[in-house]
């Protein structure tokens, strides 16, 4: 039976092994980086959406039925797929696949895949992905995972609308492994030397072209075939799947964060005062929450929380769990700016509401900037501001640009500036999920950054050295 490893073995691997750009790491997006099909993805999107017609529907199930069952190629289904798109523009089409990868793609790209890749690029080889599909389906993640080279099945378009037929061969089975081994020959890559990962049966012919074939999440043939070729299997590991555990411990995490909120009132309403009620709501909810979901945190810099206070608290947006951390984190003496839509989110509404929180509607930039009025003189007197400077949670662990926002109400209030770097919570919690899975989440707290020198000429500067700091932390996180 072949050997089943898991990522610390595949690293370690790359990492001993040849290194440079002679080397390629050919990666299968669908079932392989991300936990799903970016097909099935996008066909339920539109099946729900209403923009699938009772002939495609049928066409499309009689299709995979003949792929999965009767073990025919995918050809005739990406034809329906594809058919579907004629006459639409590829702008349009582009747009919406940006869409789709933000809410639905981009949170099940495998944690332990991103690592992999990351290990190959340390290495300095030639990273490329090798798709069946098409690059409306599988630009996004390239990007995401910074992989340069995409090799997918092309859509002929004239003048900019899809014609719904394929430029060139469509990459499944032998079409892909040729069009790897074009590639190899035309970029100077060894494939003798090289890695490949995939995780279908029918991605057999493309392993064989080179000479550390790797199955990854493999599916029963593959596994079979594997057994027969000494081929070594890996799984990488799945994380915020729907299971009775989850949903139990979420559950319980949210009542507890409403238990902390409700006995912050109730200290609040005995002591008269609202900043007793969020010191005692932060500390009891925030624990009990985390507590609740298997939740543990891991800080580095611990320090820097209390050292410099008041200050503007940064920190890079993953998910919701950032609320009930941020909580732990911070304790008391605290107010934050965060988006309207926030202020009827059942989660962050009632702590909102202890905090005093300022909603910014970000459509409007005068009422925006009115919204902020407050937070300046909250820092004045002494009350620490926390805020996410991407505007937004990002649907991956890669950092947005930053708004300058949190960075002017510093250079008003003359605060320091203190970036808490979280590494991994979107993994514990997708970014627009609701299950909470158990782990540790990992946080650096940076040194504060004196603004008393800043000025508004030299804002843009200061906004991009401190992103860098985040870049930096994040790439090599502190022990």
Known sequence: MSEVGGIDELIAEVEAGPQGPT???????????????S???????????????????????????????RGHDVSRLMDVAIGSLTGRPVSEVDDLSQEL????????????????????HRAGHTVAMASSATRFQAADAARDLDIEHVLVTELEDEEGILTGQVRGPILWGPGKAQAV??????????LAESYAYGNGREDVPYLETVGRPRPLNPDVGLTTEAESRGWPVHRLQRVNRLTPVTVARTAASMAGLGIGVGAGLVAGLVNQDRRTALTVAAAVASELSLAAAGVKLDVVGQENLWSHRPAVFLFNHQSQ?????????????????AKKELATDPVFAPMGWLADV???????????????APAVDALRSGTSLVIAPEGTRSPTPKLLPFKKGAFHLALQAKVPIVPIVI????????????LISSGTVQVAVLDPVDTSRWTVKTLNAKVDQVRQRYLDTLADWPS
């Open 23 to 37: 080397v390629g790491a050919f990666f299968d997006f669908d079932g392989t980086l991300i936990d799903g099909y």
């Open 39 to 69: 097909g099935v993805i996008a066909f339920r999107e539109r099946l729900t959406g209403g923009q699938v017609g009772p002939e495609e529907l049928v066409r499309t199930l009689v299709e995979s039925f003949n792929v999965a069952q």
């Open 101 to 120: 990868w933000r809410s639905r793609i981009a949170g099940k790209v495998y944690p332990d895949a991103r690592r992999l890749v990351a290990a190959h």
């Open 181 to 190: 081994v074009d590639f190899a020959a035309a970029n100077g890559v060894d």
């Open 321 to 337: 769990l950032d609320v009930p951390v941020l909580g732990s984190l911070l304790r008391r003496d605290f107010t934050a700016v």
């Open 358 to 372: 300022a909603y910014v509607d970000r459509t409007d930039g005068r009422k925006a900037r009115e919204a902020l």
């Open 423 to 434: 590494r991994n919570a979107g993994e514990l919690m997708a970014p627009h999920g609701v």
